[in-house]
């Protein structure tokens, strides 16, 4: 009897569930600092998350670009957001890289320290202010509130892609 009860409240949430059109669920974002502020990137771009090694410098990158590692024989082009974003930039034992799969290339990034995985409903997550020219808000989703914390969802991809940074074709 108890399986019976089980099976018909799984059907009648399916049944909620499917009935739903307005939203679709909501998605999971690895949060993380640079500086004092705590951002959120789509956990389905994460492949890891790895502590901070020196990479091996390329010459006349610009200054966000802090080099290349070697990942399992595939090289790793490791972007420095807090430099991208304008944080102070201070390796510790916290400081980590996080190694993304954007349209189908390899990217680190590192960033002060990775938090925790966190699951947002669709209606948590607010558009971005527009801020005019001063800054571009292109790369951000939205502005979730987390508990009694605000988290800046960034939409890695478009931010990878983007002609500022150039590390990945947006063709691809």
Not at 69 to 74: A, H, K
Not at 106 to 133: C, H, R, T, W
Not at 134 to 147: E, F, K, M, Q, R
């Amino acid at each position: 009897m108890n399986m019976s009860n089980d099976a018909y409240a799984s059907n009648q949430y399916d049944g909620q569930r499917k009935g739903r059109t307005a939203l679709p669920p909501g998605r999971e974002y690895l949060s993380f600092r640079l500086g004092a502020e705590e951002y959120g990137i789509d956990i389905l771009k994460v492949q890891e998350i790895r502590s901070y090694e020196p990479p091996t410098r390329i010459a006349n990158a610009p200054s966000f670009l802090k080099g290349v590692i070697n990942l399992r024989g595939v090289i790793v082009p490791i972007v420095d957001l807090r430099v991208k974003f304008g944080c102070a930039a201070e390796i510790d034992a916290i400081t980590a890289v996080i190694i993304l799969g954007v349209k189908g290339r390899v990217v680190g990034v590192v960033v002060d320290s990775v938090s925790d995985v966190l699951e947002l409903p669709n209606d948590a997550i607010k558009q971005a202010p527009a801020m005019g020219s001063v800054v571009d808000t292109s790369y951000l989703i939205g502005i979730a509130n987390v508990a009694d914390r605000m988290l800046i969802l960034v939409d890695i991809e478009s931010l990878m892609t983007s002609n500022e940074l150039g590390l990945i074709d947006s063709a691809l």
